[in-house]
């Protein structure tokens, strides 16, 4: 309310500046009270955003720590069925800060109708009626601003929709990235992601340009609301007087705020609203209810039995109707076209067709009845994709219950749950193993032990860190940390998926006596393997069948029959038996944590001038200065506007006047000092300019005119040489007045629809060149930095870039030079003012100089401390099975409260910052406006005021008061904002490219295959003091070689690999391919012309044709046989053929690495290089594969690392690597017939 205090002094004020007979006291209580009320008035300003910034941050915490829990607390069956990765990341940042940037929003919605009363009110009592055109102009404005509102609401919808899509195939293309970069897929990426991104771009485009119109509306509107009132006012022939007209004005000023602020308010709830459901979509996802889902065994049980199925059916999914994909487009249309006519074949799949049926039907486990004792060893077997790892899924609750009884003890309430793909998080070995608990050292000792971890942590330390997804660790270190980990947990019952398929033989034995029947040997144990020699170790197994359990019984009843159960005693590669186990201890070798870049690097000091350069070089310098042209001349047409109205009502009242008072204003008295004299220059200038305008106005009336009318033209032009105020009607200074407000329409609408379409252009081009450098980035990029900070900068900080960025920036630039107007407007009806005006510019210089510094870094120290609560919650999204099943909920939820309220602390600073410095502002601002009007008074006193001159400069100095606080804000955010920008440049600038360019390939290399490592030393990024993953490795193999590689878990075998596919450089040697040294060779050219097979497979969003022939390269026909060489078409087929989505939610890990070996088989490369590919699958798949191997690629090489036998046995020499040397090199048999070799050690040392 003390708002609105300023117009009605000003009025009073300007009536005692007219009003000699005024006492003289008055004006100094006038101007007493200007500067109380805008005190009083800021001071509550202050307050209320304060409060405002509390509770923002309190319901920031509130949702966040409401989505992590609900992520815990609902099954991942429920999650991922209805939620992408990218959506569930987009509810943590771009919805939570739509929600809580909405607050103020809310306020608005009640304050702004009280707001619009009283103004108009206030109005009325000035100008009546006449007030009424100014509304309705305002009125008429109001629909459009809702229908505008509206329509920004459903863009923004649409827009996170690619938005969601957008991140989600970020996030799968990242973790996927050395999948990628060996397939050389980047472009095939790039051009995905840029399709997702240029959807997006089309609704925020359609957004910006929305924006673009309120923009006009909200910058146009006080001029023109202004000229409506003003003009039907004089229309009316009531009189223009000073106090009326500068009153007015500033009312309009004060009720074109709230209106121009009321379609931001619609639009902000609007957005959160939409945010708001999509939240609560994801809240009301019902809860995993321990209490429904499972049934407690009663009293009178059998108290042995700790598991009872009876007749149970469990489902992945809730059934739905079967979905009809969307037909193909054209281009792909277009494709299969081509590829049919090529190779001139008709489809036979059902898949053909342009539309197929999808199989809604999930994978089932269906009447299961077991009963599972106390203390017990239950051994699971059975083909890929048979229900094995569903059944430990269905035991952990992660699974939709059907039908019948799946009973356990009322005091079991988590399980000691060991996922198929080892989960680690970011932090020491010792954290991970922890996982929370309290360390006690015996119990550490014997775990680590158990768990056959001793000697690699005597080597690497257990402080070593381990980075996100255990990436400088082994797949056998990671699958040995996950496994010590749930035992530390001393749980009842413990739930084993396949922990030991990715460790070699002498490990498996040491972990399967120490750990699973030794130190677990109280407890129950549901323990899934292929092996028979530890299914054999088990008191009852079961074999799966296509979700079922097909036999159950003691394990010789169920391996016997069982031929592909039937391998030799030796079937598992082994290694050196561990030695005598030392005291673990914490070697100096370890992985630094700081090479790791596990805390983000925080800049320092002001926004660097290639950030702004950066930014401005994606906007066009040129469109950037066409944009800040149209700003200069927006601001010009404004103020002249404003100036013609204190011309018109001086030359109005001038014209009343008598003769001799005409004389005394233009020939000054003795009074008049020498700024009088400037200023009646600078009207002598304004004069010129407005008779100008009068004369382009009627240019067309004067090229037409009669001889009766050239004796007015010639005594006008008289009048301009001989400086006479010239007599004009109020309908020319009305026609003035509109042609102005016109031109400040124009320049308005150039400035806003060239800024939004700047801002675009910018978003584009920044987003297009982060892609392009974070996925030709090198390997050693990813291994060092977290997956969630990555996916910060293209979600979080890309929407910066997108909207908040330009947003702010042009509330920047308009508020500068609103501010260079009303001061040089201020001065100019005020001279004396700069005497008070250039102090406060050096307290301002000073305030602003102090706040900025501490500013920036609190920006900055959010946005650091942001970044580990991505991380946290994609761990939570990677581990939440894991985390759930362990009964750790609550402890990792607080770690993520630990981490939002780090957080928090940071942005509470900064919003305390803000407002210290917005009361200091305002306070210096309410002195200019105390000065301006004491300056007034003391005017009035001389006898040189000009009541209009004084009018004006007031109401602006009145505005001043908002402006500087607005405009260092606007500042201080843009510098903030622009942080964004200076994130995603340092990306772009620092992250180091893989160096592709290089010489061509010979024609139709390589012909041989020939391998040739001649002293080859490699050494992985973060390890320090010289440990080499590979040791100077020296061997060579023959033509169409098939080349087992075997070793220890960390011997080096897949850092074989990775030198040969160059994605890690060399310390020393040289690699040959058929005699071509391959670090000369362009990067693609190389990696194009060898096939790889993963270890971890990689299945991203799309179909399955998409997963095995993303570039489009083969017929249906070539898919269909590759599937069928490896086993899978019958899985692909049940799915809905080529064309169904092969999202990990419908595959097991199994699954997905056949998906894989059909790349290879469709590629049949020269060169083959298999990093453990059976690791997951049975022996009879297994078999399949190796047989699919050696008949597809019978004349290519194949380098082969494994932990089996039976695929080293195929191979024609078996290299033997240990602690990174090439230690033996013969063939199989050769080597198992010494006793002495390393071969016959590691299969039968244990």
């Not at 991140?167 to 999948?179: A, E, F, M, N």
């Not at 004060?254 to 809240?283: C, D, H, Y």
Request: hydrophobic share 45%; with cysteine.
């Amino acid at each position: 309310m003390a708002g609105f205090a300023g117009p009605i002094l000003l009025n009073y004020l300007i009536k005692f500046v007219e009003d000699e007979s005024i006492d003289q006291h008055l004006g100094y209580v006038y101007a007493g009270s200007l500067l109380g009320a805008t005190l009083i008035s800021a001071l509550f300003n202050v307050h209320f955003n304060w409060f405002m910034s509390v509770v923002g941050l309190k319901m920031r915490g509130a949702i966040v720590a409401t989505i992590l829990r609900k992520t815990l607390s609902v099954t991942s069956t429920e999650l991922n069925n209805v939620f992408s990765i990218g959506e569930i990341t987009n509810f943590m940042s771009t919805d939570t800060d739509r929600i809580v940037n909405s607050c103020p929003s809310f306020h608005a919605l009640w304050s702004i109708p009280l707001q619009l009363f009283i103004t108009l009110f206030l109005l009325y009592q000035q100008v009546g009626i006449s007030f009424l055109a100014g509304v309705a102009f305002s009125i008429i404005l109001i629909p459009i601003n809702k229908m505008i509102a509206n329509k920004i609401g459903q863009l923004s919808t649409e827009m996170m929709k690619h938005k969601d899509s957008r991140v989600s195939l970020i996030s799968d293309l990242l973790k996927g990235i050395r999948t990628v970069k060996v397939h050389v897929w980047e472009d095939y990426f790039i051009n995905r992601v840029s399709e997702a991104r240029s959807q997006e771009l089309r609704y925020l485009r359609g957004r910006k340009y929305l924006d673009a119109i309120c923009v006009v509306l909200w910058a146009t509107t006080p001029v023109l609301v202004a000229a409506f009132t003003l003009g039907t006012h004089s229309l009316r022939g009531l009189p223009l007087d000073a106090p009326t007209v500068f009153t007015t004005v500033a009312l309009i000023n004060m009720l074109i705020a709230p209106l121009n602020a009321f379609p931001w308010v619609l639009n902000g709830l609007t957005e959160a609203w939409v945010s708001i459901k999509r939240i609560q979509k994801l809240l009301d996802l019902p809860d995993m209810d321990a209490e429904l889902y499972y049934d407690r065994l009663n009293k009178n049980h059998d108290e042995d039995k700790v598991i009872i199925f009876k007749n149970a059916t469990f489902s992945w999914a809730k059934p739905s109707k079967r979905k009809r994909l969307p037909k193909k487009s054209k281009k792909n249309k277009g494709k299969s076209k081509k590829r049919l006519s090529r190779g001139n074949i008709q489809r036979r799949d059902s898949t053909s067709s342009s539309e197929q049926l999808v199989q809604d039907e999930p994978f089932m486990l269906k009447d299961i009845s077991l009963e599972i004792g106390n203390e017990e060893l239950i051994g699971v077997t059975g083909a890929v994709g048979s229900g094995k790892t569903s059944l430990l899924h269905a035991i952990i609750g992660d699974m939709i219950k059907k039908s019948g009884y799946l009973q356990i003890p009322e005091n079991l309430t988590s399980f000691g749950y060991v996922s198929q793909k080892p989960w680690l998080i970011r932090g020491t070995i010792r954290d991970n193993i922890l996982f929370g608990k309290p360390y006690e050292e015996t119990k550490f000792r014997n775990v680590v032990d158990a768990c056959a971890l001793t000697e690699d942590l005597n080597i690497i330390g257990w402080n070593a860190y381990v980075g996100e997804g255990g990436c400088t660790l082994s797949g056998g270190q990671r699958a040995r940390i996950a496994l010590a980990r749930a035992v530390y947990q001393d749980k009842q019952v413990y739930l084993l998926d396949d922990v030991l398929a990715g460790v070699d033989g002498a490990v498996s034995a040491h972990i399967m006596q120490r750990c699973i029947l030794g130190l677990l040997r109280h407890t129950t144990r549901i323990f899934v393997a292929h092996s028979p020699r530890h299914l054999a170790r088990t008191s009852y197994t079961l074999l799966m069948e296509d979700g079922r359990i097909l036999r159950q019984g003691p394990p010789e009843t169920i391996l016997n029959d069982i031929e592909e159960f039937m391998p030799s005693e030796s079937e598992s590669l082994g290694e050196e038996p561990p030695r005598v186990l030392e005291p673990v201890q914490d070697n100096n070798d370890t992985i630094s944590r700081n090479s790791l870049d596990d805390e983000e690097s925080m800049s320092q000091g002001t926004v660097g001038w290639w950030v702004i350069g950066l930014y401005l070089r994606s906007v066009g310098v040129f469109l950037s200065i066409t944009i800040i042209l149209s700003l200069v001349l927006m601001q010009l047409s404004q103020n002249f506007t404003f100036l013609w109205l204190t011309y018109w009502v001086k030359n109005r009242t001038k014209n009343s006047t008598s003769l001799e008072d005409t004389e005394f204003i233009e020939h000054p008295t003795e009074k008049t000092n020498i700024l009088d004299h400037g200023v009646l220059a600078v009207d002598n200038v304004i004069h010129t300019i407005i008779n100008a305008t009068r004369m382009l106005l009627e240019k067309k009336n004067v090229e037409n005119t009669t001889s009766q009318q050239g004796p007015q033209i010639e005594q006008l032009l008289q009048d301009l040489k001989a400086n006479v105020t010239p007599t004009y009607t109020d309908n020319f200074y009305l026609e003035v007045y509109f042609g102005l407000a016109g031109l400040n329409l124009l320049f308005t609408i150039m400035r806003a629809f060239l800024f939004a379409y700047g801002g675009v252009k910018a978003a584009t081009r920044i987003h297009k060149v982060l892609l392009k450098v974070i996925i030709k980035a090198k390997v050693k990029f990813f291994d060092i930095t977290p997956l969630g900070r990555i996916v910060n900068r293209f979600s979080s900080d890309t929407y910066t870039v997108d909207d908040s960025l330009p947003f702010i920036l042009n509330i920047l630039l308009a508020q500068t030079f609103s501010l260079i107007g009303a001061v040089a407007v201020t001065l100019y009806g005020l001279p004396w003012l700069v005497a008070g005006v250039l102090p406060l510019t050096f307290v301002y210089y000073r305030l602003q100089r102090r706040y900025r510094v501490t500013s920036r870094q609190l920006k900055r120290l959010q946005s650091v401390t942001l970044s580990p609560v991505y991380t946290h919650f994609s761990d939570t999204l990677d581990g939440q099975q894991t985390v759930r099943a362990l009964g750790a909920g609550g402890a990792w939820g607080a770690r993520g409260a630990e981490l939002v309220e780090a957080w928090q602390r940071a942005a509470l600073g900064a919003a305390a910052a803000a407002q210290w410095l917005a009361l200091r502002l305002q306070a210096a601002a309410a002195a200019v406006v105390a000065a301006a009007a004491l300056l007034a008074v003391l005017q009035r006193t001389m006898h040189a005021a000009d009541p209009g001159l004084i009018g004006l400069a007031i109401s602006y100095a009145l505005s001043m008061t908002s402006m500087l606080s607005n405009l260092l804000n606007s500042f201080t955010e843009t510098e903030r904002e622009m942080i964004a920008v200076e994130r995603v440049g340092e990306y772009i600038k620092t992250v180091e490219s893989e160096p592709i360019d290089g010489d061509s390939p010979p024609y139709g290399w390589p012909s041989q295959g020939v391998i040739e490592f001649e002293d080859v030393f490699l050494k992985y990024s973060g390890r320090e003091n010289g440990v080499m993953a590979l040791n100077g490795v020296s061997f060579s193999t023959h033509p169409g070689e098939k080349l087992g590689v075997v070793g220890r878990t960390g011997a080096g075998k897949s850092s074989l690999l990775t030198a040969l596919l160059r994605l890690a450089p060399l310390a020393r040697g040289r690699i040959l391919i058929d005699g071509v040294d391959i670090s000369k060779l362009h990067l693609h050219s190389l990696r194009s012309r060898i096939g790889v097979i993963p270890q971890e497979p990689f299945i991203f969003s799309g179909s399955v044709r998409d997963n095995v022939d993303p570039l489009g390269q083969y017929l249906d026909a070539e898919l269909w046989r590759a599937l069928d060489a490896c086993g899978a078409r019958a899985l692909v087929a049940a799915r809905g053929g080529l064309h169904a989505p092969a999202a990990h939610a419908l595959l097991s890990r199994g699954h997905a690495q056949l998906l894989c070996v059909v790349r290879a088989l469709l590629h049949r490369p020269k060169i083959l290089l298999v990093d453990e590919a059976t690791a997951n699958l049975d022996n009879e798949a297994e078999r399949q594969i190796l047989d699919a191997i050696r008949s597809s690629f019978g004349g290519s090489s194949v380098v082969l690392v494994a932990h089996r036998l039976a695929g080293v046995l195929q191979c024609a020499r078996a290299l033997v690597l240990a602690a990174g040397r090439a230690a033996d090199l013969r063939a199989p048999d050769d080597a198992l017939a010494d006793h002495s070799s390393h071969l016959y050690q590691l299969v039968y040392g244990s």
